[in-house]
């Protein structure tokens, strides 16, 4: 299975060690959506837990050392 965009977004933020709860704010859901498309991850790349997760990440070059993970930017209310 091919990962949606916004797991490919969960996936990253997991791989560079957000926590659900920042993952949630960053990305505008719930914890439990979060939590979710975390176990979606898990299932789909067959990994055992975040940890895994992660160092798939390094592995298919999603994520590379050194180099922080985009952060979205959003135009202030004000």
């Not at 969960?10 to 979710?36: C, D, P, Y």
Request: glycine share 8%; charged share 25%.
């Amino acid at each position: 299975d091919s990962l949606t965009p916004r797991e490919e977004e969960v996936f990253i933020a997991v791989s560079s060690g957000a926590s659900n709860t920042e993952i949630a704010q960053e990305l505008f859901v719930s914890e439990t959506t979060v939590k979710t498309h975390v176990g979606r991850l898990l299932h789909k790349l067959n990994a055992r837990d975040r940890v895994q997760l992660a160092v798939l990440a390094y592995e298919t070059g999603i994520v590379r050392p050194g180099h922080d993970r985009p952060r979205r930017e959003y135009p202030s209310g004000g």
